[in-house]
Nanobody, 120 residues
């Protein structure tokens, strides 16, 4: 099967930066779009950014200009560099990936999430 494991979350002061990582592992035949959602406290999950396997990117308006998504294909890893963080960026960040595993159908996989807290 396929697993996604996020890392890099934590507590940061307003104006600070964080870099989230998400590594996909397991029986991966092909890895397509990878990206991040977030869920602020008491709110619905929302798209943050995604990157396709040909490195096209898309960002939500709330993070555009402050955030960069990138990927390392040999490592099956996606990164989210977040700068100028604001308290309203506080959320659980979830990684996802569109994967074709070996021997089974293509589908979307999710990580368990990593907490990002922006507070002084």
């Amino acid at each position: 099967q396929v697993q996604l494991v996020e890392s890099g979350g934590g507590l940061v002061q307003p104006g600070g930066s964080l870099r989230l990582s998400c590594a996909a592992s397991g029986s991966i035949f092909s890895l397509y779009t990878m990206g991040w959602y977030r869920q602020p406290p008491g709110k619905q999950r929302e798209l943050v950014a995604f990157i396709t396997n040909d490195n096209s990117t898309n960002y939500s308006d709330s993070v555009k200009g402050r955030t960069t998504i990138s990927r390392d294909n040999p490592k099956n890893t996606v990164y989210l560099q977040m700068n100028s963080l604001k308290p309203e960026d506080t959320a659980i960040f979830y990684c996802y990936a569109d994967v074709k595993p070996v021997g089974t159908s293509r589908r979307t996989y999710w990580g368990r999430g990593t907490q990002v807290t922006v507070s002084s």
